[in-house]
């Protein structure tokens, strides 16, 4: 079945850039039936959207992280991308990668369900 | 401060039902019927319980059960077991966004 396998440095130092790579196996990234997200969760606090790719590199964020956000994808490795940029002690959180669905009628394309998620990595911001 | 709200905490006693809220506005539960639960146990990732406001994944037990009103989503666990104890988290589709509740926490007596 389908996983997704977090990966990237645990420790990074304030106003650095946070770098992840979610590795998807079992399954193509490929596919028009899915985007690809990032989700976050500070400890002991909610979940908090980052954003979602389409295998063919189209993007969109949350508005709240947009100008430090950047989300890419490799097919060729199966893999798509984090890099969260200048960041301070508030983005310390575990770190989820995960299958997203998408549906598109009328021209209008949207986002659906998270499913299957990748087991998290914590990343600390800290000197 | 979450853009969907739901209440901190639910409880109830095994074999009881319990409804949890998700409170939205038209830009996104009430506009879309795109609404999601999560489930969470402790330390793990968290799980698909219910999409699209209703349907559930293959191997979610039928005791759970999603439905919408309006601008306010709901999750309904049926004959509540130990197991059943974790943190839920709604989702909703809002427009070239997704949207997540700040979650509630579900303790079985």
């Known amino acids: 079945q389908l996983q997704l396998q977090e990966s990237g440095p645990g420790l990074v130092k304030p106003s650095e850039t946070l770098s992840l790579t979610c590795t998807v196996s079992g399954g193509s990234i490929s596919s028009s039936s899915y985007y690809w997200g990032w989700i976050r969760q500070p400890p002991g606090k909610g979940l908090e959207w980052i954003g979602s790719?389409?295998?063919?590199?189209?993007?969109y964020y949350n508005p709240s992280l947009k100008s430090r956000v950047t989300i890419s994808v490799d097919t060729s490795k199966n893999q798509f991308s984090l890099k969260l940029s200048s960041v301070t002690a508030a983005d310390t959180a575990v770190y989820y990668c995960a299958r997203q669905g998408r549906y598109c009628s009328g021209g209008s394309c949207y986002s659906l369900a998270f499913d299957p998620w990748g087991q998290g990595t914590l990343v600390t911001v800290s000197s | 401060q979450s853009a969907l709200t739901q209440p901190p905490s639910a409880s109830g006693s095994p074999g009881q039902s319990v409804t949890i809220s998700c409170t939205g506005t038209?830009?996104?539960?009430?506009?879309?019927?795109?609404v999601s639960w999560y489930q969470q146990h402790p330390g793990k990732a968290p799980k698909l319980m219910i999409y699209e406001v209703s349907k559930r994944p293959s191997g979610v037990p039928d005791r759970f059960s999603g439905s919408k009103s309006g601008n306010t989503a709901s999750l309904t666990v049926s004959g509540l077991q130990a197991e059943d104890e974790a943190d839920y988290y709604c989702s909703s589709y809002a427009g070239s966004k997704v949207v997540f509740g700040g979650g509630t926490k579900l303790t079985v007596l």
């Open positions: 038209s830009s996104d539960v009430g506009g879309y019927n795109y």
């Open positions: 790719i389409y295998y063919s590199g189209s993007t």
